[in-house]
């Protein structure tokens, strides 16, 4: 079993930066690809972007490229995303999920098997 724990997020004011993590711990955790996901209120969950396992490739959704960066410390087992110039858009619970490969991102017919509990991020005006 892997386990996720999510940390940052919070407020934020339109045009600003926040910075999320997501440890992890558990059997093979390293082994995984990692990555988030985000569900605003009324809407479905949604892929944002994810890191291979090793850092070596990397997936964003088209409506945060250029603003959103993923990134990964292998040797702490934790994955980081830098939010800089956010939208009201962007308000929305955050969720770290870890899967054996990037497709989990890609595919909207398949999930990751492990989630974290999720972090809110709220974007104002």
């Known amino acids: 079993q892997v386990q996720l724990v999510e940390s940052g997020g919070g407020l934020e004011q339109v045009g600003g930066s926040l910075r999320l993590s997501c440890a992890a711990s558990g059997q093979s955790a390293s082994d995984y690809a990692m990555g988030w996901f985000r569900q605003a209120p009324g809407k479905e969950r949604e892929s944002v972007c994810a890191i291979s396992f090793r850092g070596g490739a990397t997936y964003y959704v088209d409506s945060v490229k250029g603003r959103f960066t993923i990134s990964r410390d292998v040797t702490k087992n934790t994955v980081y995303l830098q939010m800089n110039s956010l939208k009201l858009e962007d308000t929305a619970v955050y969720y770290c999920?870890?899967?054996?490969?990037?497709?989990?991102?890609?595919?909207?017919?398949?999930?990751?098997?492990?989630w974290g509990q999720g972090i809110q991020v709220t974007v104002s005006s």
């Open positions: 999920a870890a899967a054996p490969v990037l497709r989990y991102w890609v595919d909207s017919d398949v999930r990751p098997p492990h």
